[in-house]
């Protein structure tokens, strides 16, 4: 049984039976995880507690300086750590090597932003008078993670953290936790003190309860559903914990009459298919004005028929892998059934996918009712609804109707009809042109039923600190 509890420097097993860890390529066992309880996350909260004034008073130059040495480390390990991921979340060799390595970004941005100036000397509001805001660490911060992008939605929380002067308590999914648990031996490699940062695996709701309940913890840090969200909101509420919230998305993928219809495709293959459709920027819906309509239709559907479905770290490398197991690919397949009975036509060739695995063949469909959850709700699989438009008040009007609020993409040539929808889709991240918009300096997050905070960029930091103010009169 793998050791995997990382608690006050040491790796502990966990008090549970160990639970198997799957490639869902094959569903073989990749490890067997040692499982913790309620205990396990107290006696980790424990330690980040008493970790937190020395960690906290330390020069941020120190903490930078460990976490260069945690970016560095990541760089160094992404061939090694990146196929141990691609093998336990099914996606693609490329992607989970390009993971360790915006991973390592991460930590890096922060080891140097929090080295920049922060806080504010206040203009005097009386001549004999001296006021600033300064910004001070939180406290410990509890960073819970799903499975999707396991590594580096975990290091994007960790790094501002860290960062900021926080200890924490980390808590991966278990149906992705190798990779992790390769971060935070580099943690450990690179000189973290022991109790600053720690690991706990166990029953989400359990542990997200224990820590959530514990004295010492200030921050929650979760990215997962909305569902789940509200019930952390909720349980952070009694303590007025603050919660960081990027939850689900719906996103639209606009195409205007003006786009280049060849970039808006090779565009609509990334947004759509990147992590195999699991991914909560993903392009959900794709609106297309009706004079280019034909054209991108055919476009699409030619690029998706020609993909390839296979083990993700096979050679040569496929187009697909599998989902993150046989649960995902029925709730992906209900979504489709169900919007095939309401009159949905699949466009799309069923891909022959291997045997054993959780696969499922990618498609793209049009004639799809707005009642559908196939428009209403997060697919997280590879598959998208084409609706065409004619106006752009009827797209931006399509794009926002969805209680979600995460991404949506536009496509145009127009600087100004781009500044429009940058402007007018309620969402807080807008890819123009662009299928990848997130970036390690950039703020991101979710409006309405997306969350709440913001994660990477100086705002990400911001989520982990609190701002004392000093008033003070000269004598």
Known sequence: MMEANYIAGEWRPGARDAIAVRNPADGSVLAELGYGTANDAVTAADAASDAFGDWAARPARERSDILVRVADLLAERAETIGPLLARETGKRLPEGIGEIRLSAEFFRWFAHEIRQPHGELLTPEAGARRQVALSRPAGVAACLTPWNFPVSIQARKLAAALAAGCTTVSR?????PLAVVEMFRLLSEAG?????ANLVHGPAAEITDTLLDHAGVRVVSFTGSTTIGRQIMAKAAPRIVRPALELGGDAAFVV????????????????????????????NRFLVHRDVYEEFRDRLVAKVDAMTVGDPVADPVPDLGPLIDDGQVTAVDEILGEAAAAGARRLTRDIPVPDGGSYLAPSIWENVPDSSRMVSSEIFGPAAALIPFDTDDEAIQRANQTEMGLAGYVYTRDAARSWRYIDELDVGIVGCNNPVPPAVNAPLGGVKQSGLGREGGALGLEEFQVTRYASWQLV
Do not use: H, L, T, Y
Not at 192 to 196: A, E, K, S
Not at 256 to 282: L, P, T, Y
């Open 172 to 176: 991966a999914s278990e149906k992705a």
């Open 192 to 196: 973290i003190p022991p109790g600053v």
């Open 256 to 283: 205007c009459a003006d786009a280049d219809v060849e970039q808006a495709v090779e565009g609509a293959m990334i947004a759509k298919f990147r992590n195999n459709g699991q991914s909560c920027i993903a392009a």
